[in-house]
């Protein structure tokens, strides 16, 4: 008989493309030729929806990850994170930061990482609350020539780019408060406090243009929603806490405006049909519910703000899935684990593509 052990490379690369990533996982635990089989095999893992990305485990380090496919926690040992602040992800790549303020793209799937020019400088403990989100032109693991946008917030959100090839951050003057920000179709656009700009000359001279004007009354999001640009506003109510004695800021509805560019006006938009938006400090994430069961379809699925009076309190407790049709906000995670507001969850999407 052949061993398990022995079993051909194309056979066990065959399996791996039905396996989800936490069996795959398991998949690279069980000998030396099967976890080389794993590391050099390009394929990706059974589609799945995204992961929730947590804080590190305080006994065995390893990190913590929530699967809503499976709706079980997964412990992953990833020594790269290590004392790094994370400040969410896009195409499935992390941005972290280091003590010294070296920022990096990384993979935790391929292990691939890119080393940025170094940040402008903050008070370490306020670097978490500085860093507001970054957003790729390109996906790190199919072109090498990406761009990057970086948001961080001193007084207002102020914004950098970095061309590949370059060693420093070119700062784009602004203004006025960047709410959010998106790559769609070829361009960068941003949800300032009343307007919708688009940035121009990213290459050389990057300034901003205005496209049209928003009405805007709760948090922005922006979400490229199969070719159509959408405004996701969420809305925020402020409950007294089960001491009676602590306000608890905690989400109530969200509102979805489809904007027109070319004609410069908006609309309501209140059906997602068989969609799914996933919503956080990570770049946006639209998924097809019919392919994957348990997901609720027209829901938008989203982790905390880290908008708290008491943070010591609740923590990131502000997680949830918001129902269109029922217009109410229902639990997808068990409410009694605590989060620390300094690492928030984030989404991750697994990209095991290389270059």
Same mark, same amino acid.
């Given at each position: 008989?052949?061993?398990?052990?022995?079993?051909?490379?194309?056979?066990?690369?065959?399996?791996? #493309?039905?396996?989800?990533?936490?069996?795959?996982?398991?998949?690279?635990? =069980?000998?030396?030729?099967?976890?080389?089989?794993?590391?050099?095999?390009?394929?990706? /893992?059974?589609?799945?929806? &995204?992961?929730?990305?947590?804080?590190?485990?305080?006994?065995?380090?390893?990190?913590?990850?929530?699967?809503?496919?499976?709706?079980?926690?997964?412990?992953?040992?990833?020594?790269?994170?290590?004392?790094?602040?994370?400040?969410?992800?896009?195409? #499935?790549?992390?941005?972290?930061? %280091?003590?010294?303020?070296?920022?990096?793209?990384?993979?935790?799937?391929?292990?691939?990482?890119?080393?940025?020019?170094?940040?402008?400088?903050?008070?370490?403990?306020?670097?978490?609350?500085?860093?507001?989100?970054?957003?790729?032109?390109?996906?790190?693991?199919?072109?090498? %020539?990406?761009? +990057?946008?970086?948001?961080?917030?001193?007084?207002?959100?102020?914004? @950098?780019?970095?061309?590949?090839?370059?060693?420093?951050?070119?700062?784009?003057?602004?203004?006025?408060?960047?709410?959010?920000?998106?790559?769609?179709?070829?361009?960068?656009?941003? @949800?300032?406090?009343? %307007?919708?700009?688009?940035?121009?000359? =990213?290459?050389?001279? /990057?300034?901003?243009?205005?496209?049209?004007?928003?009405?805007?009354? $709760?948090?922005?999001?922006? +979400? %490229?929603?199969?070719?159509?640009?959408?405004? =996701?506003?969420?809305?925020?109510?402020?409950?007294?806490?089960?001491?009676?004695?602590?306000?608890?800021? =905690?989400?109530?509805?969200? @509102?979805?405006?489809?904007?027109?560019?070319?004609?410069?006006?908006?609309?309501?938009?209140?059906?997602? $049909?068989?969609?799914?938006?996933?919503?956080?400090?990570?770049? /946006?994430?639209?998924?097809?519910?019919?392919?994957?069961? #348990?997901?609720?379809?027209?829901?938008?699925?989203?982790?905390?703000?880290?908008?708290?009076?008491?943070?010591?309190?609740? #923590?990131?407790?502000?997680?949830?899935?918001?129902?269109?049709?029922?217009? @109410? +906000?229902?639990?997808?995670?068990?409410?009694?684990?605590?989060?620390?507001?300094?690492? &928030?969850?984030?989404?991750?999407? /697994?990209?095991?593509?290389?270059?």
């Amino acid at each position: 008989m052949v061993s398990w052990s022995d079993l051909c490379s194309d056979a066990l690369g065959h399996i791996i #493309g039905f396996l989800s990533l936490p069996d795959l996982q398991l998949f690279s635990a =069980v000998c030396r030729n099967w976890r080389w089989v794993a590391k050099q095999n390009n394929c990706s /893992p059974a589609e799945q929806l &995204p992961w929730l990305m947590m804080r590190e485990d305080a006994s065995t380090k390893k990190r913590k990850f929530y699967s809503l496919t499976e709706k079980r926690h997964n412990y992953i040992d990833i020594p790269e994170l290590h004392n790094q602040c994370w400040i969410g992800s896009s195409f #499935g790549w992390l941005f972290i930061v %280091d003590r010294k303020f070296i920022p990096r793209l990384f993979n935790l799937f391929t292990r691939e990482c890119y080393e940025l020019p170094l940040l402008p400088k903050f008070e370490e403990e306020m670097l978490q609350k500085r860093l507001v989100k970054v957003v790729l032109f390109h996906d790190p693991s199919k072109k090498s %020539d990406f761009t +990057v946008l970086f948001l961080y917030r001193i007084n207002l959100t102020k914004m @950098a780019v970095w061309l590949p090839g370059e060693n420093r951050w070119r700062c784009i003057p602004c203004m006025d408060h960047v709410a959010d920000a998106i790559f769609f179709r070829g361009n960068f656009y941003l @949800a300032c406090s009343s %307007d919708l700009f688009i940035i121009s000359d =990213v290459g050389s001279n /990057p300034t901003m243009k205005l496209v049209m004007p928003l009405l805007l009354s $709760g948090i922005e999001y922006l +979400v %490229d929603f199969m070719g159509e640009l959408l405004l =996701v506003e969420r809305h925020l109510i402020i409950n007294l806490g089960e001491s009676r004695h602590h306000f608890h800021v =905690v989400t109530e509805r969200f @509102a979805v405006h489809k904007l027109n560019l070319e004609e410069k006006k908006s609309f309501e938009y209140k059906d997602f $049909g068989d969609y799914a938006i996933f919503l956080g400090t990570s770049c /946006p994430l639209v998924v097809n519910s019919q392919l994957y069961p #348990g997901c609720k379809r027209n829901s938008i699925y989203f982790t905390d703000l880290r908008i708290k009076l008491y943070p010591e309190l609740y #923590g990131c407790d502000d997680i949830g899935v918001y129902n269109f049709a029922r217009d @109410a +906000v229902e639990p997808f995670y068990p409410p009694e684990i605590f989060h620390p507001l300094a690492e &928030p969850p984030i989404w991750l999407t /697994p990209n095991v593509n290389k270059l």
